[in-house]
């Protein structure tokens, strides 16, 4: 989205997305074109605003979700330690199974 | 009497890579580590030392993110959450089962504050929406998955773990006597 300058005027453009396209649409010169630039421009730092708010938000809940992260990798290792104590081996796609050979040490 | 003894010498790791490394070596399919896969799970320090700490804290963070300066709301919040957990925890429960019950009322916790946050979040555009449903989506599937979880353990490991401690509380209440019978 732009002005662009040919011989002694200046014609603003603004760039659209047409089926997955970027296409140019002319706006026009003058007083009509600088309006629309303006208000492009507004919308374009309200488009920035709103993406900044989301990354600080998105920074913020996954600080606020990690001792979580951190807790559950702790949990899964007590139960890997429960269930092999207990006899049992993980088999393909997370399966828990008795072991087959009869240990002495599980008894 | 020989087999409780040998019991008792078995060494136990006391920091986190050792636990790690024994877990490792049990997973290769090395049955020498049960004994002390056994005796990790028996004291809840040990548990502790991986989990507890971490457990406090998650729920913690959800609650002050939650309740923020309302007093009452934290507090009742909290009551709240102490009758989940002696809900879940039943009588006796394992230290295993206790740090799982943790998890599961951790878990809870990030379920309502992804619900709240959705609930209270006003003129959304596509991008939050689509942020606040994932992480909904997320929280459920770790709430699901601990409380699949903390069932998988009392059905299968919790009745063999149970029994070797009343065992050897019996081997130590009697003296020399050991009974197999229990």
Known sequence: MGWESRGHGLYFYRAKRIGGRVVREYVGTGQVAELAAEIGRSESDRKDAERQALREAIQELTALDAPLIALDEAANLWVRIALLAAGYRQHARGVWRKSRGRNKATE | ?182
Do not use: C
Not at chain 2, 62 to 78: P, Q, R, V, W
Not at chain 2, 79 to 104: D, H, Q, W, Y
Not at chain 2, 151 to 158: G, H, K, P, S
């Open chain 2, 1 to 182: 009497m020989a087999g409780t003894k040998q019991q008792n010498e078995v060494e136990v790791p006391t920091t986190g890579s050792g636990i790690f490394a024994l877990v490792k070596r049990a997973q290769a399919g090395d049955k020498s580590t049960v004994p002390a896969l056994k005796k990790l799970l028996e004291k809840p320090e040990h548990v502790d030392l991986m989990g507890g700490n971490v457990a406090a804290e998650a729920q913690r963070s959800f609650i002050n993110a939650m309740a923020g300066k309302n007093l009452a709301f934290k507090e009742s919040l909290t009551r709240k959450l102490e009758l989940l957990r002696s809900e879940l925890a039943g009588l006796n429960p394992t230290p295993v089962e206790r740090l799982l019950i943790e998890r599961l009322v951790a878990t809870w916790l990030q379920v309502q504050d992804a619900d709240i946050r959705y609930a209270q979040a006003e003129n959304l555009s596509k991008h939050w929406g689509d942020y606040f449903i994932s992480r909904m989506d997320r929280a459920n599937k770790r709430y699901l998955a601990a409380l699949k979880t903390l069932a998988q353990v009392r059905r299968l490991a919790v009745p063999v773990l149970q029994f070797n401690i009343a065992r050897k509380q019996l081997n130590i209440a009697g003296g020399s006597v050991v009974s197999d019978d229990i």
